[in-house]
């Protein structure tokens, strides 16, 4: 179906009405979908890196290489088909100058997150994919290809994990679904992921004046994932990322229970086409942190 805001821009929608809620998000529809999208996504990533890698360098000096751009190719394909009105702010795109307008709906793509991790063959590696509406993310799937784990919302309350395996696309309908829920954190013996690629002096003081006890290293948006599992209670990156780097397990974390805070304590919005898709520094929560 097709949905039109106030404005008159057309977006796909279960329903016909005349403004979009969350409650148009047909999260059954874009969970079935895009888990097949991620996951052809995901075997041509594995194919290249099979066949050796090429790593060249962007206009920022973060590496690239022939998969993130083989994985954005099917991406794209796939939501210019069913969602052909909607934006996408895909990250190779951004890089080659190609950024629509969006408005107040709009997909957000990274489509190998953790370049880093996948040319040192970590396995930490992801693809992200996320719809922004009202500057928040409503819907967000991370997929870790060498991994074969799959994390979704199904809802915009319910975030789920899923065994996909590495070996054939697998229907969602067709593998077995955990239910993600962070965990009530233990005061002052908290458990923090870190960035293995980015880790700052700032990012250690937060650690060491907010009772973590342990610290995790961690690449990709696996983190969020990590802590909507209950794995883990607390993410600090208190550096500069992008929009398609975090809406995805924004997304996820939020289903779950979690939050994502800036700096001053106010949640991490979206659609800051202003500063170039940029964020500020954020803490990642698994339980909102109580205000003293």
């Known amino acids: ?17 005349c403004r979009m809620t969350s409650a148009d998000i047909d999260f059954d529809a ?10 052809r996504a995901g075997q041509a990533i594995r194919k290249i890196y099979a066949g050796g890698l090429q790593v060249r360098e962007k206009a920022d000096a973060s590496p690239v290489t022939d998969a993130d751009e083989a994985a954005e190719k099917i991406i794209l394909a796939d939501l210019a088909r069913v969602a052909p009105n909607v934006p996408v702010i895909a990250e190779e795109a951004v890089a080659s100058g ?25 396995g930490e590696f992801t693809v992200n994919i996320a719809l922004v509406h009202g500057d928040i993310p409503r819907f967000g ?3 870790a ?29 067709s593998v077995s679904h955990e239910p993600l829920q962070t965990r009530d954190p233990a005061p002052g013996r908290l458990v923090a992921l870190a960035s293995r690629s980015h880790m700052n002096e700032t990012t250690e003081r937060f650690l060491e004046t907010h009772g ?3 610290t995790f290293q961690a690449g ?5 994932c990590r802590i909507a599992q209950g794995l883990a209670d607390v993410y600090p990156r208190l550096g500069p990322t992008c929009e398609w780097d975090t809406a995805a397990g924004d997304a996820i974390l939020r289903a779950a229970g979690g939050v994502v805070l800036t700096e001053d304590g106010t949640p991490l919005r979206y659609g800051k086409a202003e500063d170039g898709y940029r964020n500020p520094g954020f803490i990642a929560w698994g339980r909102q942190p109580v205000q003293e």
């Open 220 to 224: 990709s948006s696996l983190k969020f």
């Open 145 to 173: 290809p060498a991994l074969g784990e799959l994390f979704l919302t199904i809802a915009e309350d319910r975030a789920v994990r899923a065994e996909v395996g590495t070996d054939t696309v697998k229907p969602l309908d």
């Open 30 to 39: 874009l969970a079935a979908m895009l888990a097949e999208t991620a996951q």
């Open 98 to 122: 190609s950024v629509p307008a969006t408005d107040d709906v709009f997909f957000l793509v990274d489509p190998l997150d953790g370049t880093k991790e996948f040319v040192r063959g970590t």
């Open 1 to 17: 179906m097709i949905l039109a805001d106030k404005r008159g821009r057309e977006y796909d929608s279960p329903r016909g009405d």
């Open 141 to 143: 799937l991370i997929l």
């Open 212 to 214: 973590v006890t342990e």
